[in-house]
């Protein structure tokens, strides 16, 4: 075997990342924008020449991709494991490396201890997102437990000094907080079996100064649905690092001679243009790598869900009298929420028998899906086919099938178990329920999938932890559903944000972003989601004028206003709304309509966040066209407001500017608005010089177009 190169460079036109290979194991040198050939690998290195320290190790333990106890490192090990020896504290040695321009695979061996370990780093060829994953295999003869390996764990540039971090809870997702990199680890652990409402997998880290539009950053998101940690450290010796794995509970994973484990993958990306660019970034390979459709190949259609309207009160009249109210507002897709299946009167029964109730539709939902379909509306439907009700014919025939731990009682939540996919039974059984009514109903093309409760006992029939199987399983029966249906498209629902990760995401086709329907609450959960998904995926509803969360009551105009911005639909009882709410959604899914290609393949802007507005923008590629919203929050502390600051058009081109108008719009006197209506500005204006706002009332929305002249 030949020696490994000293460095392995990834290149494209938007960075370089170069891995270093003097050592024992494999670092990451660097990571950002595109090095030209003046400068090498060799020059890097040696501009990182670090010395022995006062009482410190003589030679430094290096920040390897997966760093471990037998190299000395003293920050969190990338590798936890154990065995009938010491294989705890292994320590890897570099033996291949298989590499061209886009994908290096680095393979290390422990022989001492019988481990193989593989890192695999793949940079996409058109963006400046990298993949990262590991996986290690037991290549001795006795069985090994695996505590945790790391997808990677990445250094991070000495001027990057701060982190964004994503939290929130149920109906308020996505929220970010900034910190200061300090000594010690920022640490976020997730073990409710879920992505999670409260510790979303993803973070950024940045430079002083990077604001939306300007300044260095990188971001990283962990492709894992369920359990995870992930860890931001700066240690004593000034080095700092991100580590992303997936958190295995104890036990979870046992590898026979042979068997091998693979981390779920991280994503990585870099910017040197701001957040928005970075965002950007993640959306241009999301659209290119994961989705199956694009903006042209099929427009995502306008939803009405009719959960919010009617919740578990249906009847095929009142189900058919929605259809008549929403078809005409230009709804293209009717879905049936939560309430048509055996029993399901309420939540506490009914999960688990999925089969038409006769109660309710005793010629089952053929007339009702004529009826949507004669229409214009395509036909969805809601699923939980991970969860039980104790009150079901399935639980009573099987309690067996519910994760659960001996001598622990059921963790009382939604009055419903989660089933242990874990076993081939609950799956084949799965798949045939489901199966059985697409089958029965060729015409439903869509599935709400929903997931409503953390799993607290994750025990399988073994008695062993069973998420990470878990996730394999699910996968896995979606895409049995999928190959067997392929007409279908697969909503992933987990009590609204609780499952958004790439995990999942290539295995369906949009998120419902957040229970809340809440235009101001949707501001922010939005924002916080456009980090790293495109607006195409992010499930955006008007809600009731009373909102059934937050019991807020806001104007039809500001709640289309926030829903149009992903991928809109509607979610009330259509019977409420007044002739101008009518003529208000009308418009706005008209809006939607022109521009959801727009909105759907083009490049994100937001501005920065003043705590009284929140403003982005849409640009077409070409620079052509675009769309932007300034949503007043809060009223200025000053009499007159600031100014709008357009981004992302050519700056010598000219542009024609029109406000959308989706309702009536009160004024307290004449404003800019009765003077720019129709008027042509150059990029160079509308973005270094900004328009004057307004005095606008606090919960006003105001949308512009702008197109090249």
């Not at 300044?215 to 995870?228: K, Q, R, T, V």
């Not at 309430?339 to 688990?352: N, S």
């Not at 498209?489 to 998120?511: A, K, Q």
């Not at 992010?538 to 909102?547: I, L, N, T």
Request: charged share 20%.
């Amino acid at each position: 075997m030949s020696a490994a190169p000293a460095f392995v460079t990834l290149q494209n036109d938007q960075v370089s990342l170069i891995f270093s290979n003097q050592g024992r194991v494999p670092t990451l040198l660097y990571y950002g924008k595109k090095l030209s050939d003046t400068t090498s690998a060799q020059m890097l290195a040696t501009l990182s020449t670090r010395q022995e320290a006062k009482c410190a190790p003589v030679t430094e333990p290096p920040v390897a991709l997966v760093p471990t106890h037998g190299e000395g490192f003293t920050g969190a090990p990338g590798l936890e494991v154990f065995g009938d020896t010491d294989q705890w504290a292994a320590g890897f040695f570099l033996q291949n490396i298989e590499h061209n321009a886009q994908q290096a695979v680095f393979t290390l061996s422990d022989d001492t201890r019988g481990l193989l370990l593989t890192l695999t780093v793949t940079l996409d060829s058109n963006t400046s997102v990298a993949t990262f994953t590991s996986s290690i295999k037991n290549t001795g003869q006795t069985a090994i437990n695996l505590s945790y390996l790391n997808a990677a764990t990445l250094s991070l540039p000495m001027h990057f000094t701060s982190i964004r971090g994503f939290e929130g809870r149920w109906s308020n997702e996505f929220q970010t907080q900034d910190h200061d990199l300090f000594m010690g680890s920022y640490v976020r652990e997730n073990r409710r079996g879920k992505t999670s409402h409260d510790t979303f997998p993803g973070l950024l880290a940045y430079a002083r100064g990077t604001a939306e539009l300007h300044g260095e950053c990188m971001g990283f998101h962990l492709g894992a649905s369920a359990n995870h940690r992930l860890r931001a450290e700066m240690m004593a010796d000034g080095r700092s690092y991100v580590q992303f794995g997936e958190l295995l509970l104890p036990g979870e994973v046992s590898l026979a001679s042979g068997q091998s484990y693979t981390s779920p993958v991280l994503y990585a990306g870099f910017a040197q243009d701001g957040f928005s660019a970075l965002s950007r970034q993640f959306h241009e390979y999301i659209r290119v790598n994961i989705l199956r459709h694009s903006a042209q190949s099929k427009p995502r259609p306008v939803h009405y869900n009719t959960w919010e309207g009617i919740y578990f009160d249906h009847d095929e009249t009142t189900l058919k009298a929605l259809a008549d109210e929403v078809a005409p507002l230009g709804v293209e897709r009717f879905v049936l929420d939560d309430g048509w299946f055996k029993g399901r009167r309420h939540d506490h029964a009914g999960l688990g028998d999925w089969t038409v109730d006769e109660a309710i539709y005793p010629q089952g939902l053929d007339s009702l899906i004529d009826y949507v379909t004669d229409k214009g509306m395509e036909f969805g439907i809601w699923f939980e086919p991970e969860m039980v009700n104790p009150d079901s014919d399935l639980y009573r025939a099987h309690p067996e099938w519910a994760l659960q731990t001996k001598n622990n009682p059921h963790i009382p939540f939604r009055h419903q178990y989660v089933l242990d996919l874990t076993n081939p039974d609950v799956t084949d059984y799965l798949f045939k329920v489901i199966d059985d009514v697409m089958t029965a109903y060729p015409k439903i093309t869509y599935i709400k999938w929903d997931m409503n409760r953390d799993v607290n006992h994750p025990g399988n029939l073994a008695g062993k932890p069973a998420m990470h199987g878990q996730m394999s399983a699910l996968y896995a029966l979606i895409d049995r559903v999928r190959a067997a249906h392929p007409q279908l498209e697969i909503e992933s629902c987990c009590s609204g944000g609780g499952r958004v990760d790439l995990g999942i995401l290539p295995h369906t086709d949009r998120f419902w972003t957040s229970d809340s329907n809440d235009a101001l609450d949707r501001l922010y959960i939005q924002r916080g989601f456009s980090f790293f998904f495109p607006s195409e995926v992010m499930g955006a509803h008007v809600g009731p004028r009373d909102c059934h969360i937050t019991g807020r009551h806001l104007p039809i105009e500001l709640r289309s206003a926030v829903a149009m911005f992903g991928h809109m639909g509607i979610e009330m009882d259509p019977r409420e709304l007044t002739d101008h709410e009518k003529e208000v959604l009308k418009t706005a899914i008209n809006l939607y309509k022109e521009n959801r290609s727009l909105l759907h393949s083009g490049d994100l802007f937001r501005m920065d966040d003043d705590g009284l507005n929140v403003k982005f923008g849409y640009v077409a590629k070409d620079k052509s066209k675009g769309i932007f919203a300034y949503n007043n929050v809060k009223e200025t502390g000053r009499t007159i407001p600031s100014r709008f600051y357009f981004a992302g058009l050519n700056p010598e081109q000219q542009y024609r500017l029109n406000r959308a108008e989706l309702g009536n719009l009160k004024e307290y006197s004449p404003s800019i608005l009765q003077k720019t209506d129709g008027e042509i500005f150059s990029g160079e204006a509308l973005m270094t010089f900004g328009m004057q706002m307004p005095v606008l009332f606090p919960q006003t929305s105001l949308i512009y177009t702008v197109e090249a002249v």
